[in-house]
């Protein structure tokens, strides 16, 4: 069966049989799910380092949400997997937002957490609210929070929350946790990390990720979850940690994840397969 | 007067901010930082009146679509008519969790801009299949480069073929940091550049001398 | 199956959204519509609410003339800039232009030089030859592939000899970086299309547990 | 204006280097508290010595520049192709997309792309051809308008430049990309530009764009993105070409020649960078510490660990 007219077909296929492929591969896994499980990269393992160091100094933290719901299937079990970590080990949080569509989903989260872990608010965290004009904000934020956010998000003023009095600016917390799904985390090095010199630690999606490598590399930043494979590592360094009971969505995910890359790499082979069939058989009609 | 209101006020403006927030970077002392701080508070109401603006310029643009019969004006009584009803439950009712206005953005607004977001994984596919062919050098190494990370990012591959893992952490820990550090060497290097040019006034594309 | 009609409308919605994938349609072209619609709404009362009263207008009502001078620069150069709308005072706007240019672009430079030059060179040098093979052989990849890669960007001199050489190492050290950064991106779209399929197979159809 | 342009260059250069060389004096004052108090910040005196030898490169090509010798600079590829591109356009009778990006006219690469906005939309209005302009950012819409209705101006044909081809469409980025997808698939746009700051939203306009058959020009300085649009553009302005681009659009001598300043100061990077590496081997090696005590120089150590503190401390 000679193969060559099929792969010359194969090669100018629809791009709507590839959408069609990716859409089985995606969806199969979650009607017979498989627990599969992701050895931690040093980006991960640096981030858990860094998150240990930061709770162990005793000092508060801030955490900098800024993802919308649109990127909440890679940034939410990154987020959730923190807030136990955190929580678990009775560290004191500001949390703050630069991008407004994420502080409804905080505010859930921070209500569940606040539940679980038995938290008051005030004393044990403290959410700032919605801050625009992040870039400046974080600047100013170096030297005098209070300046940029007058109240909390609940309107209460700043003078009145006990952790507030302890937090004048980012010299009083261990570090800054960004779980961003922008480039936030670009500014905060380039207007927090650049003039004021605290420790960054980063969650960020897979394509920003790989911007901030550098940025791990020259130390900028202290530690980096990389898209929600190494949220589905960090899930796993928590549950044999027993800080998480079971894996969360993103360990679920990898199974839709691995076909679907699986898939990819098919076309892509028959892609060049076709079109070097292609070529040799031109040049062998070429051939008198 | 119109000459000078036109451009050279402006340009000598652009030209004395920009040098003073540039310098003011390296003098700590409050009497250059606080004029600072002001400038930079007051970004966040002079960038809303802004988008008031150009939204008034959007819905202006709709209601001359549907005034004029052009194509497709059917579709502008819908963006005019879903703006209205999204301002009038904000201003009615308010803004916050509970409001009918927060219950739409989460119902309707987030799910179409969530899926927005997942067609990537349709398009990175069809992206992938129609671009990675070994047609030149680039193209090979380009290809090669995204199959090792592809092949050593799924977890059943990495553990069967350790080596795949580590050429993919590899691939991403030294080639792909050279890659970004001299694209962003270069930017940086442009940024300035293009900086410059605009405060000392040898680029007027923005101010846009005469016209 | 869920009961709430707010589920059914964003589960036909995003089915709406898909449908674009097959070809462009009425259904899609009206769902877009919708979105600028509602997203015009949306942002026109969060910046009202969040930023523009508080930070402008209700310290102003509250003290009047009084109020702390630099609000009034504030209301001086959102005037400035209506300016562009009305014909026959066009270039005032330009003032309230200038005054935004001069900020970022002022800023950007201290700030450019800091993050995207010294801290990228400062890395590059510091290189560490100790540990495994593996990252000797990559701090060498590192420092030659970023010297490379910067040599692609030199436009002053045609990319013949040596230079050329050097920049054409540079092309390929830069397509091994794209190549890893797309390979590594599929993931994270992957991921976002498994948060739409959750929400249609558990929150709207409740076939997955 | 060339003269005060100078000698401010100058009175700059002269400033900024001599608060360098007091930084000692002024930092000691200002370290005693702590925090630098003082009128120079001795952390950011590198930072200040780079941007003072890159303004002075940048000043002095500016004047090379004016006396317009001709300078050689290698071809950009994303730049020769705009003609065919617009041709293309035209000979089909269909309009261009010009998409600038989603940062605010006030930032570089924004300003770039508005100069290569310039050279696309007067070539457009030579060839009676449409260019659409979506725009993201509340502040580029109205200076994109200016830039394009200029444009056609300038070729005397005012009459033909639509302003509502120049639009605001939203400031979030999925609105956008749905909008703009829509947009190209409907006017069936013949050539598309993408020049400017995308995120992620980027690869659903660039493969929707392929899909409709257009011909495609990119050029970004998100290095995130850069990936997808060499796959999908036939032609990638990749980072700081997009600059040098928008300094040879206007064909302005002063403008070109300051791309010469990028280079100069690269190759003081390069002699950086290889002697910093050098140096950091010798360290490591022991090789310095041993020619240090050669030399009779006494506390090799000391002056080992300043050097390593502050060119490694990273």
Redesign the interface.
């Known amino acids: 069966m000679d193969a060559r007219p099929l792969l010359a077909k194969l090669s100018r296929l629809d791009r709507r049989a590839v959408f069609a492929a990716i859409a089985v591969v995606v969806v199969l896994p979650f009607l017979s799910p498989f627990d599969l499980r992701a050895t931690p990269s040093e980006a991960t393992l640096a981030f858990d380092a860094a998150l240990e160091k930061a709770i162990a100094s005793g000092r508060p933290l801030l955490i900098d949400v800024d993802f919308g719901p649109q990127t909440v299937a890679e940034m939410e079990p990154m987020l959730l997997a923190v807030l136990d970590r955190v929580f678990a080990a009775e560290c004191k949080v500001v949390f703050v937002t630069f991008i407004p569509e994420a502080s409804s989903p905080l505010r859930r989260y921070l209500e569940r957490a606040e539940a679980k872990h038995g938290l008051v608010y005030g004393e044990d965290y403290v959410f700032l609210g919605y801050g625009s004009a992040y870039a400046y904000t974080m600047y100013g934020m170096g030297t005098n929070i209070g300046a940029y956010f007058h109240s909390d998000d609940r309107g209460t003023k700043i003078a009145e929350l006990p952790l507030m009095r302890r937090v004048k600016s980012l010299k009083d917390v261990a570090a800054v946790v960004n779980i961003a799904s922008n480039s936030f985390p670009r500014f905060w090095v380039q207007y927090g990390v650049a003039p004021f010199g605290f420790d960054l630690i980063v969650g960020a999606t897979a394509v920003n990720a790989t911007d901030y490598y550098p940025y791990l590399q020259t130390g900028q930043i202290k530690g980096l979850l990389a898209g929600g494979r190494a949220a589905a590592e960090y899930e796993g360094i928590l549950v044999d940690r027993g800080v998480m009971a079971g894996p969360g969505d993103a360990t679920r995910g990898l199974g839709s994840q691995s076909l679907a890359l699986a898939v990819i790499l098919a076309f892509i082979a028959i892609g060049n397969a076709a079109y070097f069939l292609g070529r040799r058989g031109a040049a062998r009609k070429a051939r008198p | 007067m119109k000459r000078a209101l036109g451009y050279r006020v402006p340009a000598a403006l652009l030209l004395v901010l920009g040098l003073f927030m540039a310098i003011q970077y390296y003098i700590p002392h409050p009497i250059v930082q606080a004029p600072k701080e002001l400038i930079l508070q007051w970004k966040q109401p002079i960038n809303a009146y802004i988008i008031f603006l150009a939204l008034g310029g959007l819905v202006a643009m709709h209601v001359r679509r549907v005034v004029r019969r052009r194509e497709r004006w059917g579709y502008s009584v819908l963006t005019l008519a879903a703006a209205a009803a999204m301002t009038f439950l904000g201003l009615a009712y308010g803004i916050q969790d509970d409001t009918v206005f927060a219950d739409w953005f989460a119902y309707l607004v987030t799910p179409i801009e969530a899926t927005m977001f997942s067609l990537l994984a349709f398009f990175v596919a069809s992206a992938a299949f129609r671009a990675f062919r070994a047609r030149t050098v680039g193209a090979t190494i380009l290809l090669v480069s995204a199959a090792i990370v592809m092949l050593g990012m799924i977890p059943t591959v990495q553990d069967a073929i350790p080596p795949l893992g580590d050429a993919a952490q590899f691939l991403l820990k030294y080639p792909n940091t050279a890659a970004k550090r001299a694209i962003m060497v270069g930017v940086a290097l442009g940024a300035i550049s293009v900086s410059l040019k605009a405060i000392f006034g040898i680029d007027k594309t923005i101010l846009s001398k005469g016209g | 199956m869920s009961g709430d009609p707010y589920v059914w409308i964003a589960a036909m919605l995003t089915i709406g959204v898909f449908s674009f994938l097959v070809e462009d349609n009425p259904v899609f072209c009206a769902i877009e519509h919708l979105l600028v619609g509602l997203s015009t709404g949306y942002m026109f009362c969060v910046y009202w609410y969040r930023v523009f009263v508080p930070e402008l207008v209700r310290p102003l009502w509250e003290s009047g003339a009084g109020a702390e001078a630099h609000l009034w620069v504030v209301v001086a150069i959102c005037v400035l800039w209506t300016c562009k709308y009305i014909e026959r005072v066009k270039d005032l706007a330009k003032i309230a232009l200038a005054f935004w240019l001069a900020v970022d672009l002022g800023l950007a430079i201290p700030t450019e030089m800091d993050a995207g030059v010294i801290a990228q060179v400062l890395g590059t040098i510091d290189v560490s030859f100790d540990g495994a093979i593996v990252n000797v052989v990559g701090e060498m990849v590192l420092l030659v592939g970023t010297v490379a890669a910067l040599t692609y960007f030199v436009f002053s001199k045609p990319h013949r000899g040596v230079v050329g050489a050097t920049a054409k190492l540079g092309t390929w050290v830069l397509m091994i970086g794209f190549g890893a950064s797309f390979g590594y991106t599929i993931l994270s779209r992957i991921y976002l299309l498994i948060g739409r399929v959750l929400f249609l197979l558990r929150d709207w159809l409740g076939v997955v547990g | 204006?060339r003269a005060s342009?100078a000698v401010?260059?100058l009175v700059?250069a002269l400033s900024?280097s001599a608060?360098a060389a007091a930084a000692p004096v002024a930092s000691a004052a200002?370290k005693r508290d702590g925090?630098?108090?003082?009128?120079?910040?001795s952390k950011?005196a590198?930072?200040?010595g780079?941007?003072v030898v890159?303004?002075g490169l940048?000043?002095w090509f500016?004047r090379t520049g004016r006396k317009g010798r001709p300078?050689?600079?290698?071809p950009?590829a994303g730049l020769s192709a705009i003609d065919d591109a617009v041709g293309r356009a035209a000979e089909m009778g269909r309009p261009i997309l010009y998409a600038p990006g989603l940062s605010?006219?006030?930032?570089?690469?924004t300003?770039?792309s508005?100069?290569v906005l310039?050279r696309v939309a007067e070539r457009a209005a030579r060839l009676h051809t449409r260019v659409k302009v979506p725009?993201y950012d509340?502040?580029t819409?109205?200076?994109a308008q200016?830039?394009v209705r200029?444009a056609f101006?300038?070729v005397g044909r005012a009459d033909e430049f639509q302003p509502?081809d120049v639009?605001?469409?939203?400031?979030?980025s999925?609105?956008y990309?749905?909008?703009v997808?829509?947009m190209m698939?409907?006017e069936r746009t013949a050539s598309n530009f993408f020049v400017g700051h995308f995120?992620?939203?980027y690869?659903?306009l660039?493969?929707t764009g392929?899909?409709t058959g257009a011909v495609q020009i990119g050029g970004t300085?998100?290095?995130?993105q850069?990936?997808?649009v060499?796959?999908?553009c036939d032609h990638t302005m990749?980072?700081?070409?997009?600059?040098?681009a928008?300094?040879l659009v206007?064909d302005?001598p002063?403008?070109r020649s300051?791309?010469?300043?990028?280079?100069w100061?690269?190759l003081l990077?390069?002699a950086?960078?290889?002697l910093?590496?050098g140096?950091?081997?010798a360290i490591?090696a022991g090789a310095l510490a041993w020619t240090l005590d050669g030399l009779g120089v006494d506390g090799a150590q000391r002056v080992i660990a300043r050097i390593t503190a502050a060119?490694?401390g990273?």
């Open positions: 204006m342009l401010l260059g700059l900024t608060a200002g925090e630098a108090r003082g009128w120079f910040d950011r590198v930072n200040l780079a941007v890159f303004a940048f000043l500016v300078l050689y600079l290698r950009i605010s006219v006030t930032e570089p690469v300003v770039a508005m100069g310039g725009n509340p502040l819409y109205p200076v200016e830039i200029r101006a300038k509502d639009s605001y469409l939203t400031s979030r999925f609105t990309a749905a909008a997808a829509g698939t409907r995120f992620s939203e690869l659903i660039a493969e392929v899909a300085d998100s290095v995130a850069l990936p997808f060499i796959t999908t990749i980072g700081e070409e997009v600059f040098a928008a300094a206007g302005d002063v403008s300051t791309i010469r300043a990028h280079d100061f690269k990077i390069f950086f960078v290889i910093g590496a140096l950091k081997l490591d060119l490694y990273g």
